[in-house]
């Protein structure tokens, strides 16, 4: 692509994201340009419009789940299986494109997650630095990013409805250790509570159940795989507590996974998991302020197992892949993405997602 690139550049929070061209990069041995089908607009994008996310260095391309076309390549430009990918294939990769490998977060701890030199496509990298994020006609794609064709069964409406949620929510999911016969409650229909619904289904949950609205959410919900889905602006906490006690013969549900991004989400949540249970938190990406706990009464008289999940790893994303592969024709994750945008309406798109009028917006470029 010799022409001129255009991409959507946030510049500050608060402030309208705008259009600007850049000169295509030059690739360097092992690098690619892809040139960008879809990006997505996800509750991260939100938030760093918000400047809720420390060391930011904007301004900045968004846009850290995407998916395109390879269309040039200098040298070998391999996927996560070894084999070469060529000009012309449908690629899709991970957002995590640095971690240092030699911090104790990522050599001692295992949590390269919080690895302080991770850079993620769409966050950490400035627009000065070129193509780093999907909100843009192409995306460059450094030496050593994990790639991936994205399997012929799989749309790319399939997989950026999917997204960030579901790769996230792939991790959530392991976090958990759900297993056969769990009832499994997941609290907040957005991106990531949609996905975590349809994988608690996919591992044997036996009992599904959302927490979340609005109305059409919910409906998508159940078509992800809840058996029962409530309206948390129709129902009070106590009375979904004593609907969920009902369903479980008393006791509540074996494990809750957050998904909402709300402190009262967190406080609720430890009341709906049995005594001995799970609990993940995987919606609090940001600071969404203090949750007041009862640590004798919902934890340690209950026994409570309560783990955090921050960010996810490759392996989350190898996995969301073959789960798409083997699932995409029979779980409506296409229809997450419920709307697309062009660049030229980016700052519609931030607009609806922060309102949460639909699940997810596209951005097509």
Known sequence: MTRKILAAVMTAPERPVELREFAAPELAEGSALLETAFSEVCGTDVHLWHGRLAGVPYPIIPGHVSAGILRAVRGTFAGLDGRPLVEG??????????????????????????????????????????????????????????????????????????????????????????????SVLVQGTGAVGLSAIALARLTGATTVVAVGAPLDRLEL????????????????????????????GGDGVDIVIEAAGSARAVEEGLDLVRDGGTYVIAGHYTNAGPSTVNAHEQINRKHLDIRGCWGSHVRHFARALRLLERHAAHVPWRFIGARQYGLDRINDALADAEAMRIPKALVKP
């Not at 029962?228 to 129709?234: C, E, I, L, P, R």
């Open 221 to 248: 919900a159940r078509a992800m795989g809840a058996d029962h889905a409530f309206d948390v602006t129709a129902t009070t906490p106590a009375e979904r507590v004593a609907a969920v006690r009902d369903l479980t």
């Open 89 to 182: 294939d449908r690629v899709v990769f991970f957002d995590v494109h640095r971690t240092c490998g030699r911090c104790r977060a990522c050599t001692v701890n295992g949590t390269p997650t919080r690895c302080p030199s991770r850079r993620v496509y769409g966050i950490t990298d400035p627009a000065s630095e070129g193509l780093f994020g999907g909100w843009s006609q192409a995306i460059y794609l450094e030496p050593g990013v994990s790639a991936a064709r994205l399997p012929d069964a799989v749309s790319f409406e399939d997989y950026i409805g999917g997204g960030c949620g579901l790769v996230t929510s792939v991790h959530a999911i392991e976090r958990a250790g759900v297993a056969p016969g769990d």
